[in-house]
């Protein structure tokens, strides 16, 4: 079996590390002291692409694999544990289900934004399920045009900074 890097995915690797240690890293300290969110670096992570990587062209991502992806996510967490959360919770939660399951509209609505500028958020921490998502309790539930709200959340990745909210109970 293989288990070497494909000349894309080195490629990815190094842009990444690049990326991390320039952008990311001279700043990790300042915003987890500071508990600051790092606009500025999600404003570049969008503008060179990284949070498309895995989102198929046609959407405006680059069309790339997993295992690029993994390693863009390893590079920014060696710098800043924050900025990969971030990261992973918009491209692995929201996007990658969105991709895989959301249907030909809600994809041609929201994936070239989410390439291009709008960040997700993931609600799915609450106060008795903790991040169980199989235990959760809220529900948002349609009534006519808007949705019903019915439970309590105690925290949501990137909820401040977003322009899309994934919840596990949207119905």
Request: with cysteine; charged share 20%.
């Amino acid at each position: 079996m293989l288990f070497d890097l494909t000349p894309e995915q080195q490629l990815v690797q190094k842009l990444a590390r690049d990326f991390a240690q320039n952008e990311v890293a001279p700043i990790a300290a300042e915003i987890d002291k500071d508990s600051r969110f790092p606009q500025e670096t999600v404003d570049k992570l969008f503008r060179y692409g990284f949070f498309g990587i895995c989102c198929p062209k046609e959407y405006g991502g680059a069309g790339g694999d997993t295992v690029s992806y993994v390693l863009m996510l390893e590079e920014l967490a060696k710098c800043c544990a924050s900025t990969a959360v971030i990261t992973s919770v918009h491209g692995g939660l929201c996007m990658y289900l969105l991709n895989r399951f959301g249907s030909a509209e809600q994809k041609a609505q929201w994936l070239p934004r989410m390439n291009r500028d709008t960040l997700c958020s993931f609600a799915l921490t609450e106060p008795d399920a903790g991040t169980d998502a199989a235990t959760v309790s809220t529900m948002a539930v349609r009534e006519g045009e808007d949705y019903v709200l019915n439970g309590s959340k105690t925290f949501i990745t990137n909820a401040g900074h977003a322009g899309l909210l994934h919840h596990p109970g949207l119905h």
